[in-house]
């Protein structure tokens, strides 16, 4: 689920400084940094779902699915809407609107999952961390060939 949102930022023109500077938008600039920064954030809080696309900066990381990490989840959420909601929607470009919406969307998914779906609460598929230790250690034996 979480996999097509990314896929859909990249075909939405998930941008860098390269294409800030060629618009010359401060707005621009300052949402593809924001956009960066989020991205870095959020493997941090799901450093499964970084793992699994290849990006393993926060493997040393395990979060036990319990109370406490959705709360942090949660929290995180509300949090980049805040940060998101600073920027004036309006003077972005349209691959930046694009961007927004797309975060904005998964942030009250995010939220919305976890207060009122509560898949946690009746599918135990939510426990099972065996798929993490799998990746870690099949990249492990990648490493060694």
């Given amino acids: 689920m979480r996999n097509w949102i990314w896929c859909l930022l990249f075909i939405a023109g998930w941008r860098n400084a390269s294409f800030a500077s060629a618009a010359g938008n ?3 600039i300052s949402f593809n940094r924001y956009k960066k920064e989020f991205t870095e954030r ?3 809080i799901y450093p499964e ?3 699994s696309i290849g990006y393993h900066k ?7 699915p319990n109370v406490e990490e959705r ?3 949660i929290d995180f959420a509300k949090n980049e809407l805040k ?3 600073t920027y004036s929607f309006s003077k972005l470009s349209d691959i930046n609107k694009i961007d927004y919406h797309i975060i904005e969307n998964y942030l009250n998914y995010s939220i919305w999952e976890l207060n009122m779906l509560k898949s946690y ?3 135990p598929a939510n426990y099972n961390i065996g798929g993490s230790f799998a990746d ?3 990249l492990m034996k990648i490493m060694r060939l």
Avoid: F, H, R
């Fill in 58 to 64: 926060y493997d040393q990381l395990l979060p036990i």
């Fill in 42 to 44: 959020l493997w941090k």
């Fill in 121 to 123: 609460e009746w599918n």
């Fill in 71 to 73: 709360k942090k989840e």
């Fill in 49 to 51: 779902w970084a793992s």
């Fill in 83 to 85: 940060k998101l909601q």
């Fill in 26 to 28: 401060d707005s621009t």
């Fill in 136 to 138: 870690l250690i099949l």
